[in-house]
Nanobody, 123 residues
Framework: QVDLVESGGGLVQAGGSLRLSCVAS????????MGWFRQAPGKERAFVAG????????NYPSSVKGRFTISRDNAKNTVYLQMNNLKPEDTAVYFC????????????????WGQGTQVTVSS
């Protein structure tokens, strides 16, 4: 059974930082592109960041580029999302996801999902 478990969410003030973690089990971690998505109340789930197996290829939408950094530690089966200079509009449930090889920014391309962790940014 594949399991993705996110942690690290919480409440921070605007301008603050959080680091999310996602630990994967039940899959060959290095064979998967890992991604982060988020869903705010009343909005569709949106792509936040993606990283290929080697960690050398990353992808971000303009809404977070320059503020968020995705990284991975294949030895620990863990992907991270470092979030700096957080804004109130970053408030959402953040989901970790895994995609077998290749790049992807659409949620339908991802095979496995975590349960989500809440990030709340106050003004």
């Amino acid at each position: 059974q594949v399991d993705l478990v996110e942690s690290g969410g919480g409440l921070v003030q605007a301008g603050g930082s959080l680091r999310l973690s996602c630990v994967a089990s039940g899959l060959t971690f290095s064979s998967y592109t890992m991604g982060w998505f988020r869903q705010a109340p009343g909005k569709e789930r949106a792509f936040v960041a993606g990283i290929r197996w080697s960690g050398t290829r990353t992808n971000y939408p303009s809404s977070v580029k320059g503020r968020f950094t995705i990284s991975r530690d294949n030895a620990k089966n863990t992907v991270y999302l470092q979030m700096n200079n957080l804004k109130p509009e970053d408030t959402a449930v953040y989901f970790c996801a895994a995609k077998y090889y290749g790049a992807g920014t659409d949620q339908d391309e991802y095979d496995y999902w975590g349960q989500g962790t809440q990030v709340t940014v106050s003004s």
